[in-house]
C-alpha cells in the first residue's frame, strides 16, 4: 500500500494567509495541517508517500526535510494544468501498488484503518459522508484508494474540475467505484472559517481524535485551548476555545474561539471568531461567524 497526498493547491479563499505559506502548511494545534496527515499515515502500513507539490512547493519540502527526515516520502512537481486530476496524472509513474489518496488542505479526526479494512484494493474505493456514500457522490471526497491503472484515467481529463470527471472515466473503464461512509468528522479547509471550525473541533473533542504526538504538550482542557510551550503568554491573557502557535507574544487581551499563527504578537487585544497571522512585519485579522459547536 502506498499513499499520495495532494498539496499543490494554492488556497485562493484562504488569503491573504496563503500568500505567505500554502494551505498545507497552515497551523492548528500542535501541528500543521500536513502533520496531521503524515500522521494518520505513519500509523498505517504504508510502503512510500508521495507529496504532488507546485504552490511553495519549497517550502513543503523544506518542512519535510526538517520535521519528518525520518520518513520515506518522496515530493514530486506538478506540471500544468495545475487541477486536481493534473495532480493524480502526474503521480501515475510513481505508483505501483493499491494508494490511499489525501487531499493536502482536508482534516479528518479519525484514523483510516476502518477503510483499509473493508475496502476491494482493486477496486476505486471513496471515503464520502454517509449522504454522499448512498448517493454516490464523490465531489466532496478529501480520501479515497485508487489501484495503478486508476492514475492513468486521471490523465485523459486532466483539464476537467473536480472529482467528478474522473469518477465517470473510473466507470467508463470498468473500475466500478465503491462508497465507504467516513466515520468521525472531517472538514475541507477552503476558507478561514473551515480554519477555525477545524480549530474549535479539535479543542473540544481532543481527547477522541488523532493528532501527533508532539501536539500532546500544550493542550489546556479546562479552557479548551492549546498554547504552545514557546510562546510568551501575560499571565492577565483571557483565552478560551483558542489555539497559540510558537513564537506568539500575547500582553493582556481576552481571547475566544481564536487561532494565533506563528510569530504573532499582540498587546491589549480583544479578538474574538478570528484567524490571526503575521504576514512580513505587518498583522493580518480574519474575523468569521461563529459556527455552531459540532457535538460528539
Known sequence: MQALILAGGRGMRLNPLTDALPTSLLYLPGATILDYLLYHLSVLS?????????????????????????????????????????????????VTEPTLVLHGNFFFSHDFHYLLENADLSRPTFLLSPEDAAEG?????????????????????????????????????????????????????RTPSDLLAVNRYLL??????????????????????????????DKSVQGLFTTIGPGVTVRHGRLYNALLLPGVELDEAQEHNAVLAKNSNSLVRLYTSPEEPVMA
Not at 510502503?47 to 512547493?57: D, N
Not at 495545475?82 to 496524472?89: D, E, G, I, K
Not at 466532496?140 to 486521471?154: D, K, N, Q, T
Request: hydrophobic share 40%; charged share 15%; glycine share 6%.
Open 46 to 94: 504504508i510502503s512510500k508517500t508521495t507529496l504532488v507539490l507546485q504552490y511553495r512547493g519549497d517550502q513543503i519540502a523544506r518542512h519535510l526535510a526538517e520535521h519528518h527526515s525520518d520518513s520515506k516520502m518522496t515530493p514530486i512537481p506538478q506540471y500544468a494544468p495545475f487541477t486536481l486530476l493534473s495532480a493524480l496524472a502526474n503521480a501515475a509513474p510513481w
Open 204 to 233: 473540544t473533542h481532543w481527547h477522541e481524535v488523532m493528532y501527533p504526538p508532539a501536539a500532546g504538550i500544550g493542550y489546556d482542557a479546562i479552557n479548551f485551548s492549546w498554547v504552545d510551550p514557546d510562546s510568551k503568554i
Open 137 to 189: 457522490r464523490v465531489q466532496g471526497a478529501g480520501a479515497y484508494l485508487l489501484p495503478p491503472e486508476a492514475f492513468y484515467l486521471a490523465a485523459q481529463v486532466t483539464t476537467e474540475k473536480g472529482l467528478e470527471p474522473f469518477h465517470a472515466a473510473l466507470k467508463k473503464a470498468g473500475l466500478e467505484p465503491a462508497y465507504q461512509p467516513l466515520q468521525g468528522w472531517a472538514r475541507c479547509i
